[in-house]
């Protein structure tokens, strides 16, 4: 699987090379937003030293985090998930169901975002060095990498669902980047939201959980918090893998 892999990266380095303008408005574009929510939060904090006790360095190691884990997502399975509803609509698998491999994996690493490398690499550059301002203890160190681990699978299973279901309904693509916009409206402090709004963000769809646990290591350690988005990311990643397997049941091959 691993050789597989690796041609597949090639082919979307190859991909990526043909269409070099494209790839290099995408990260510009990616950069961009990046830069108006670190003004927006720059804004923000001119007028008060906190906001739900939530300091400027706290608000930029949250939004970060959330980049991070979006564009780590984007890397390794955007572009695949982006092919894959066509394919399953065009009746397009027969190669994949073919081979020698887990159909379930080998489309979602079917291809990666090149071009999501880019802010990727920034993100995780200015995110060492507010860890390295806030000093986390070892054990906050491994849960913050727990928790980004974490989310891109929470990204991922929502995804995945979303376009699996594309066996069953045709016209879902209007709800393909529906997780991508739940996570940016999870780059907030959970406490800005309603009580009811964080409770089902916190623990029914965990997307706040994902995102405010890593920014909160070094004032409060919610390893429970972390535990339980984990056990629902993983619920939602068997449901994945069910959904795909009853999904070919009712594939019909273009051939």
Do not use: C
Request: cysteine-free; glycine content about 6%.
């Amino acid at each position: 699987m691993f050789k597989i892999y690796r041609v597949l990266v090639s082919q979307s380095l190859a991909e990526t090379l043909s269409y070099r303008f494209t790839a290099v408005l995408t990260a510009l574009f990616g950069i961009m937003f990046y830069v108006i929510e670190l003004i927006t939060g720059g804004v923000y904090f001119s007028f008060t030293p906190t906001i739900y006790g939530w300091h400027f360095l706290d608000y930029l190691n949250l939004i970060t985090t959330a980049n991070l884990i979006s564009y780590l997502y984007q890397f390794l399975f955007v572009a695949g998930h982006e092919d894959l509803t066509d394919q399953i609509l065009d009746g397009n698998l027969d190669y994949s169901l073919l081979r020698p491999v887990n159909s379930f994996w080998f489309h979602a690493s079917y291809r990666v975002d090149f071009p999501s490398l880019v802010t990727l690499v920034l993100t995780a550059g200015i995110e060492t060095g507010i860890l390295l301002k806030l000093r986390p203890t070892p054990l906050n160190l491994l849960g913050y990498l727990a928790a980004v681990v974490v989310g891109v699978a929470f990204i991922f299973a929502l995804n995945q669902i979303v376009v699996t279901a594309a066996f069953w309904i045709d016209g879902m693509t209007a709800l393909d980047g529906l997780p991508e916009d739940l996570m940016s409206a999870s780059a907030r402090p959970a406490k800005i939201y309603p009580r009811l709004l964080q409770q089902i963000f916190l623990w029914i769809i965990p997307s706040l959980a994902i995102t405010n646990v890593p920014a909160q290591f070094g004032h409060n350690h919610p390893s429970w918090l972390l535990a339980w988005s984990a056990l629902v990311t993983g619920v939602l990643l068997a449901l994945s893998y069910w959904e795909w397997r009853r999904g070919l049941l009712r594939y019909v091959s273009a051939n």
